[in-house]
C-alpha cells in the first residue's frame, strides 16, 4: 500500500501557470495554515513569489484566496487553518491578459549574453521562451540546430524522426554520443537537449513524415527547420508550410557544399518557385552514397537556427527571397536572388495543387523501383548457395566497396557501366545492387534497354543485406 499524498491541494489558474517554465495544474503543498501553504508554494515556484505576495509579506488584495470554495477573508485571512484534505484555489485579478510574464532569476543568468543584446533583451528572451520550432530529421542538419536553439532557451523543440543512431551518425550528428548508437534519435536527442537546457520541452515525432500526418505535426509549431535528406519530405514539408502559411527554414548538404534559404510564400518564394521540379531519382545521391564533411551540415545547421531566432526574434533581414550558397573547399559564399513563380502549383495566387499528394511518386521514387524486375535479401541468399548462382554486379563507388561488399562481387560503378557493359555475359543471370537500391535499378533499366533479360535489381540493396542476411557486415 503506498502513502497518501501529503498536503493540501493548491490549484493555479492559467495566468498564474503561464508564468511557469513547466507548470502543474495542481500542487500538493504541507502547511498547516493558508499562510504557511502559501509560502510553501513560493518556495516551489520562485516566480510566483511577487504574484502572491506583496512586498510587506502580506498576501496580495489582488489575489483571492478560496479554501473550498470559502474566500479566507471571511474567516481567519491567512491564519485559516488548512486540513490536508482540503482545495486551496487563487482566483487572481486579471485585466486582460493577466500577470505580465518574466524570467525567473535561473533563467536570466543562464540567458545574460543574449539579454546584454539589446535585439534580445528580456522581451526578445521571452519570445524565445515561448515559441515551438520544428525540426523534421534529426540528423546532420537536425543535430546541431537542435542544441543551439535548445541552449538559447526555444521553449518547445519538436523533433520528427524515425531513424535509430548509427555508428556512421556519429562523425557530424553532434547530438548524439557512442552511447546512443542502437538507440532511438527522438529518444537519445530528447535526453541530450533536457540536460543542456531543463527548461526546453521536447515533442518527440517518432514517425516518418508523410502526406498523412504532415499538416497535423506542422500545424502546432511557429518555424519549420528542414532537415531532411530526401526530396519526397523536401517538397512535402514545403507544400505543408504553404499550405499552413509558415515559414520554413531550408538547408542542404553535399559533400563540401551547402545551401540556406528561407521558404516563406507569405512574403517570398517557396521551394517549388526554386524547384519546380526534382532531379531523376537515379541523379540524386544521397549522403550515405556522396559522402559528406562532417563539419559542412554543422555550418549549415547552425545557419538554420541562426535564421530560425531571426524569425522568432523579429530582428534582421531572413534569408527570404535569397538562396545563400556555400562552398567550404574554396571557402566562399554566394546568394543568388530568387523569386516568387507566378504559376507556382503550390504558392501562387492561383495554386493548381491545393492538398498534399504522392511525394514518393511526384519524385518518381516509387515509380522508378517499380519498373524493373527485382529480388530480395533473403532470398538472394538462397540463389548464390545454388550450384548455378547469379552473378552479382555493385554499382556503388570505390570508397562505399571498400567498407563493404558480397563476397563474389564485381565492382562497375554506374558511371562506368555504359563502358564496361560489354564484358557483361548475357547469358547468366545477373543481380546488381547498390545502397539502398536506387542505383541499382536505374542500372537494371539500362541493361534491359541494352538487351539483357535475365538481370535483376536487390531490393533495398546492401543495406537490405545487412539488416536481414548478414548483420556482422559494416553499415556507412
Ligand atoms: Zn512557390
Redesign the pocket.
Known sequence: MTDPPKGSTVELPPSLRGLLDDPPEQVRVVGETVDEVLHELVAQFPELQHHVFSPSGAIRSSIIVLVNDDDIRYRQRGRTPVAPKDRITLVPALAGGGPRPHLSPQERHRYSRHLLLPEVGERGQLRLRRARVLLVGAGGLGAPAALYLAAAGVGTLGLVDADVVEASNLQRQVLYDTASVGRSKVGAASKRVRSLNPNVRVVRHKVRLTSKNALRILRGYDVVLDGTDNFPTRYLVNDAC?LLRKPEVYGSVYRFEGQVSVFD?RHG??Y??LFPQPPPPELVPSCAEGGVLGVVPGVVGLWQATEVLKLLLGVGEPLVGRLLLLDALSGSTREVRIR??PH?P???AHPTQEGLIDYPAFCGVTEMAARVPEIDARALAKELRTSRPPALIDVRETGEWAIAHLPTARLISRGTLSERVGTLPKDRSLVVYCKSGRRSADAVRFLLDRGFTRVRSLSGGIDAWADEVDPRMPRY
Open positions: 504553404v510564400a518564394p517557396c517549388r518557385c516568387k513563380d507556382c503550390v504558392c501562387s
